[in-house]
């Protein structure tokens, strides 16, 4: 039968002050997926990992997408899913977005290519809400389109790739548990309209920003006021980490997604290995362990290693 | 004594959802100004229409302006000043704007331009100031810049220029009167966060839009779920001018600044026209007087009629 072997990025919500709507891939880590078409009607589901994740289907972020793609097509075959998870779960690097957009993306191929871009998105989003109560494509948009997207609508989707600057990017990952229900529970749901606005500013700036690649004008936009000063609290030595970043020579950076991951942006590879060196031995002194990680933008989203049809 | 010639561009504050932060210069209507340097240090202002301004330098959105300047400086000269205002008081077109940033604009052409751009619009604030009680520039930035600018912030200064792209505005001034610090007062301090994120989703889209020229990225970011609903009951026959518009093939529009005027964008010059005259007709037939004006984006900001130095 058909099977088909791909590559799915890590990638990083928000950026900072774009909650909710903005996400960017990232090239390291990055997860590796087998999917095989089956005769019979069975969702299979391997990890090769130990991170414990569920392999019933209804319960594994990539299986409920497989079957909402089975269900929605009224189709009779089936997959057997083997899952390389590299990207950690819980780490805030979109690790569910990558199962869930991987199993969409690939069951597509499979399948011929049936479904839109949009439909991907809109299939993937099933495993998100699996993951964390809501349907939301900040992380998914990425995985799948590459680069930096703007989730301008998740309902009808609407997402526009923006320019993808060329970027490094500094990331830590602190063992320590933030559950993105928490992360959004802790939110305020009334905001003022003064820091909307503030918001709104640094919004507007980051995406003139990446659209004319103008890395001072990316720095200088990458403030939070409404999300960060609730969420950063959640996460040990946040405040440290960042005022050590920026007298690195970062460009700016905040939470990756609801967190724990800090990630920091920055000009030149050399600059985000000295962060990451500097992230990691922050958290060693207080006895936290951390991964880190340095990479570039991944420009083109998940990508098929090998595929037999 | 040196003097100059200059025409001061109308301007757009808002474009719906950019509220406080974007605003657009565009070619109709325009204020004409003539300033004189003199010998003397007073301030002299004459206006050569019956809006009936105050002529008293201190009281005067321009006069204010070229006090601060020549306090600022410590110089010696006046000014002599000649307004033509073609740009009605309180249509929310931007004419206060207009005289403050023509005053600062010409007094730095008379002293040699020894202010920055930055300090031009600094300068001008002070009239915003004095006429609306609040020192915005999302007037004064595209009336100097030209095009589409980005306020970033207003304090330190950080106007970001953006693309102007090749559209037609059509506009409708209807005869009733919305003060800026009433329209202001009406907005809720607290807004939801998830009215906020869908705010700034069409904010992030609009300038992607604007930056990639993308016209119906344009279109349909220009939704403003915050500021509208609560501005546009202050304005007769709101709604169906939107709905007239967008079923004459407006890409998308709203109020312009605080109002009482509507400006809707538009593809084609023609369709403009077709817009600006069913405009009129809304307001004919409920017996409001209106002005419509039909024009481009302004791209280069106040112009230089003549001047001799």
């Not at 319960?59 to 390389?84: C, D, S």
């Not at 900040?138 to 680069?147: K, S």
């Not at 905001?191 to 640094?202: R, Y």
């Given at each position: ?9 890590a990638?990083i919500?928000n950026?900072?002050?774009g909650?909710d709507?903005?996400?960017?891939a990232?090239n390291?880590?990055?997860?590796k997926m087998?999917?095989k ?5 069975d ?5 090769t990992?130990d991170f414990?994740?569920p392999v019933?289907?209804?319960k594994?972020v990539?299986?409920?997408v497989?079957m909402?793609?089975q269900e ?18 819980g780490?805030?690097?979109g690790?569910?977005?990558a199962?869930?957009a991987?199993?969409?993306f690939?069951a597509?191929?499979?399948?011929g290519?049936?479904?839109t ?8 989003m099933f495993g998100e809400?699996?993951a964390?109560?809501v349907?939301?494509?900040?992380n998914?948009a990425?995985?799948?389109?590459g680069?930096i997207?703007?989730v301008?609508?998740s309902d009808?989707?609407d ?6 600057p060329?970027l490094?990017v500094?990331?830590v990952h602190p ?6 229900s ?8 009334n905001?003022?309209?003064k ?5 709104w500013?640094?919004?507007?700036g980051?995406i003139?920003?990446?659209e004319k ?10 403030n939070d006021v409404i ?8 996460i040990?030595?946040f405040?440290?980490?960042k ?11 905040g939470?990756?997604?609801?967190g724990?991951s800090i990630?920091?942006?920055a000009?030149k590879k050399e600059?985000?290995?000295?962060l990451?060196h500097m992230m990691?031995?922050?958290y060693?002194q207080?006895?936290?362990?951390s991964?880190?990680y340095?990479?570039d ?6 990508s ?6």
């Amino acid at each position: 039968m058909k099977n088909i072997k791909i590559k799915v990025p890590a990638t990083i919500a928000n950026l900072v002050c774009g909650f909710d709507i903005l996400g960017m891939a990232i090239n390291e880590p990055y997860d590796k997926m087998e999917v095989k078409l089956l005769k019979t009607s069975d969702i299979i589901i391997h990890h090769t990992d130990d991170f414990g994740l569920p392999v019933e289907a209804s319960k594994n972020v990539a299986g409920i997408v497989l079957m909402k793609i089975q269900e929605h097509l009224n189709i009779k075959n089936g997959f057997e899913l083997t899952i390389h998870k590299h990207i950690k779960p819980g780490s805030g690097l979109g690790s569910s977005a990558a199962s869930a957009a991987g199993a969409a993306f690939a069951a597509n191929a499979l399948l011929g290519n049936i479904l839109t871009k949009e439909e991907v998105v809109h299939f993937a989003m099933f495993g998100e809400e699996l993951a964390s109560g809501v349907r939301h494509a900040d992380n998914i948009a990425p995985c799948i389109y590459g680069g930096i997207t703007l989730v301008k609508s998740s309902d009808p989707i609407d997402i526009i790739s923006l320019n993808a600057p060329a970027l490094f990017v500094a990331a830590v990952h602190p063992q320590v548990e933030v559950k993105t229900s928490d992360a959004r529970q802790i939110l305020k749901k009334n905001i003022q309209l003064k820091d909307a606005i503030t918001q709104w500013g640094n919004i507007a700036g980051l995406i003139a920003g990446i659209e004319k690649n103008d890395l001072s004008l990316i720095g200088r936009s990458l403030n939070d006021v409404i999300v960060e000063p609730v969420r950063s609290i959640l996460i040990p030595e946040f405040e440290t980490i960042k005022r050590k970043s920026l007298e690195l020579g970062a460009l700016g950076g905040g939470i990756s997604g609801s967190g724990p991951s800090i990630f920091m942006l920055a000009e030149k590879k050399e600059t985000a290995q000295k962060l990451a060196h500097m992230m990691k031995s922050v958290y060693d002194q207080i006895d936290i362990d951390s991964f880190v990680y340095v990479s570039d933008v991944n420009k083109t989203g998940i990508s098929i290693e090998e595929q037999n049809f």
